[in-house]
């Protein structure tokens, strides 16, 4: 069970992760994020479709692939994109004790040089979150595309982002072999539509995420 829109008062019990990002700026702005690769067989598409609308996301990166993808990765980089901690193992932090999942993600950390981290299936205990995000800026999100989900279709997922995601939206894709089916068919669509609606596609940097942590208070404009 999980939910394709974040409730609000899900985003306040926790202020100090970031689920969306305010919108300062004009032209209204998405936050693509993919998780769980690199992998050559889906990530260089992802990277083809992002370049076709001068797109920037962020890539929430496994580091056991990062470590049998090397190229892959620099080639995400390359392209200008941010990439961010999903933990060596991808680890459920509710299954696993605080110590051997705190050297987990510190691995991933130091191999990526990132502080950004998004945990594995939004699993933190409130210990583990509590330690996290003094060291971490702990990226959530505010719709989920629910790709992963072999019961869904192309077009349920598709449905799901559009109806949901607004301006300042962090919206989760996968960078993954089960998600894939779903992402070739709507990251194009998702592109299209966003950007006939004069939508910019911007990296979550950690200047970006300064000073978003809390956000939700401040009553933002949703879709
Ligand atoms: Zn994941």
Redesign the pocket.
Known sequence: MYLIKTPRVIQKLFPNFHWRVGQRQEQPTLYLTF??GPIPHLTPWILEQLEQYRAKATF?C?GNNVRRYPDVLQQTLDAGHVVGN?TTH?LDGWKTDNVPYFHDVRHCAVQLKTTLF?P??GRLKPSQAQFLQRHYQIVMWDVLSGDFDPELTPEDCYDNVVDNAGPGSIVVL?D?LKAEENVREILPRILEHYTSLGYAFASLTPEVLAGTAGVTKTRLKTA
Do not use: E, N, T
């Open positions: 998780d769980d929430f496994v999903h991808h998004r594995p299936y996968h993954s």
